[in-house]
């Protein structure tokens, strides 16, 4: 079974980018659809790296999570130690294969299609979440209210 192509419109997760390895002659394909979604990347960097990154089996205590992001066209998080996966807000966890932190807890938005319409319209398609520390965009605080003058204060 060839990997079909995405559609030009389509933002990259973790269930389209980590496809197994095409078979050796004679060999049967690699079915890698029962592996969730945040776990390919380990299958992955084992087969196209070889690296021997156990998976995680416990969530990290207290942590409260990365930020998903679309970065020109990919959902991706970037973990404490720098490296960046390519993750899947459908199973919305977090572990590094690089580091080999344990799971933590993927923020995604609540309205996942409208941030990908969002990243459609624009060039490069890019969208952080609005709460992410690491958005170059951060809204600009409320102005505060003139105080209203006092009595003594009114000419």
């Known amino acids: 079974m060839a990997a079909e192509a995405l559609p030009a419109d389509a933002i990259v997760q973790a269930e389209t980018y980590y496809l197994p390895p095409p078979p050796r002659r ?3 394909v690699q079915d890698w659809s029962q592996v969730p979604g945040a776990e390919l ?3 992955w960097v084992d087969y ?19 930020y998903a992001r679309i ?8 973990c404490i130690c720098g490296a960046a996966w390519v993750v899947s807000v459908l ?10 932190q344990d799971w933590v807890p993927l923020i995604v938005p609540a309205d996942i299609p409208a941030a990908e319409a969002e990243a459609l319209a624009l060039v490069r398609r890019f969208w952080f979440h609005p709460d992410d520390p690491r958005n170059p965009v951060q ?17």
Do not use: N, S, Y
């Open 26 to 28: 004679g060999q049967p």
């Open 41 to 43: 990347v380990f299958k």
């Open 91 to 100: 199973d919305p966890r977090f572990a590094c294969a690089q580091c080999r």
């Open 71 to 78: 970065d020109d066209g990919r959902w991706i998080a970037e």
């Open 139 to 155: 809204p600009e605080p409320d102005p505060e209210p003139e105080p209203e003058p006092t009595p003594e204060e009114q000419p």
């Open 48 to 66: 196209r790296w070889g690296w021997r990154a156990p998976l995680p089996t416990v969530f990290v205590p207290d942590d409260p999570g990365l």
